[in-house]
């Protein structure tokens, strides 16, 4: 039997298929898996691997580790500055609050990023993404919200879009306005919500800028009233919503994007039973951000005991951005999920494949290694996958596949 279709087979490869329900990390130990195209065609145990033609290229894996290519469900990383006079603030006593509230925090990031051109952003932006895609990350989200204004916002979202179109990575973009509430709107916050609803979202919807709103949650950003009120707006434009929920206060945020249908809420440290199981009820998939937990020296873990006794789904990102989490690395945040947050490296694993997938909509095409799902794939330079979370900073990719076709990668 021949499988002329077959373009690339990968063989003797420890494969983590991180699908859920059977072997810890989908194990499968000897495994195989055959590419058709930008497509996975075949996985299985290599013993059962059919014959395939000569054109077909062969990989020998020699046991190493096989996964999905990994997943960033939450990223800001589109702004201009720095925000490293914020870093040394905090160390000398102020508190994240504290600066927002007295115009620094995502203000100043604001600023820059509206003073900044798009090639600067651009550049910028993909500086950051490549970091990411170093690690194996081939699809990214990112969200708006340094611009609070019509152009600076849809300029944003453009370069968003720009960055999935000279970067191999795919794109999820995510409209971000209720983020802050800018200096033109001071002690308004309402009317800027109205703003948000009126003309914001309805431009970057009729560009086909943004594939999901968001909201910031908290009281030093938007109250659940006005969460609601925009969550609705995107519902018209027919926009998936998630937001950034519970991060530094309990305001019953998880529940209110349940309700919504939320593809995700997002941070989490402070929800409680109630939320965890609206979340569970709906589908809402937790998105939990070490990095930005770690930065900020938070000391309230999110539940993750409730999170595991509803079966919510749980996504681990970077939320890679200027002030609360300038750290470009995946794998450092599947890292800390383990040792500060006490997930196990195969939850952190599904946390950055499949539950990060489910997070952006793309469950059906990408998260996990499964006959018909793009074939986004790594080879590492190691052979057990909870290296991946073990060991920062040792694991890399040694083969690459984008849709089928391998990527340059950084080497061992
Ligand atoms: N929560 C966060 O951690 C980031 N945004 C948000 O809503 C921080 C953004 C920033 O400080 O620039
Ligand atoms: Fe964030």
């Not at 999820?172 to 033109?184: D, I, K, M, Q």
């Amino acid at each position: 039997m021949t499988h002329d279709a077959w373009t690339r087979v990968i063989r003797n490869a420890t494969v983590a298929t991180c699908v859920a329900g059977g072997p810890r990390y989908g194990l499968i130990e000897r495994g195989a898996v055959a590419v058709a195209g930008g497509r996975i065609a075949w996985v299985g145990p290599d013993t059962e691997l059919p014959a395939q033609s000569d054109r077909v290229a062969v990989d020998d894996a020699s046991g190493a580790l096989l996964t999905p290519a990994l997943i960033d469900c939450h990223t800001h990383l589109v702004w201009a500055g720095s925000r490293h006079r914020e870093f040394e603030q905090r160390l000398e006593g102020a508190t994240y609050e504290t600066i927002a509230r007295t115009g620094g925090g995502i203000l100043s990031t604001v600023a820059a990023t509206r003073a900044a051109t798009e090639d600067t952003l651009l550049e910028l932006a993909c500086r950051r993404a490549r970091k990411l895609l170093a690690e194996g990350v081939t699809c990214i989200e990112i969200k708006s919200g340094y611009g609070l204004d019509l152009k600076t916002e849809l300029k944003m979202l453009r370069i968003a879009r720009r960055v999935g179109e000279v970067l191999p990575v795919t794109v999820r973009t995510t409209l971000l306005a209720a983020h802050a509430v800018p200096p033109e709107f001071e002690n308004r916050a309402d009317d800027y919500v109205a703003h948000v609803c009126d003309v914001i979202l309805p431009a970057a919807a009729a560009e086909g800028l943004a594939d999901a709103v968001d909201a910031f949650c908290e009281d030093i950003g938007f109250t659940p009233a006005q969460v609601e009120r925009l969550f609705k707006a995107a519902r018209e434009f027919g926009l998936s919503v998630k937001l950034h929920a519970e991060q530094l206060s309990n305001q019953h945020g998880a529940a209110l994007a349940a309700r919504h249908r939320a593809l995700s809420a997002d941070h989490l440290e402070h929800l409680d039973e109630d939320g965890a199981r609206a979340m569970a009820a709906a589908g809402t998939v937790a998105v939990l951000l070490p990095g930005a937990f770690y930065f900020l020296r938070e000391t309230r873990l999110p539940p993750v005991g409730l999170l595991r006794q509803h079966d919510v789904p749980i996504a681990v990102a970077s939320d890679l951005n200027p002030g609360s989490a300038p750290l470009a690395s995946l794998l450092l945040n599947m890292n800390m999920a383990c040792t500060l947050f006490r997930l196990t490296p195969e939850e952190a694993l599904a946390g950055a494949t499949r539950n990060a997938a489910r997070a952006l909509g793309l469950a059906a095409e990408r998260g996990t290694i499964e006959t018909g799902k793009v074939a986004d794939l790594v080879l590492w330079n190691v052979q057990h996958p909870a290296q991946l979370s073990a060991q920062y900073g040792l694991a890399s990719p040694r083969l690459l596949l984008r849709d089928g076709a391998p990527q340059g990668t950084t080497g061992q």
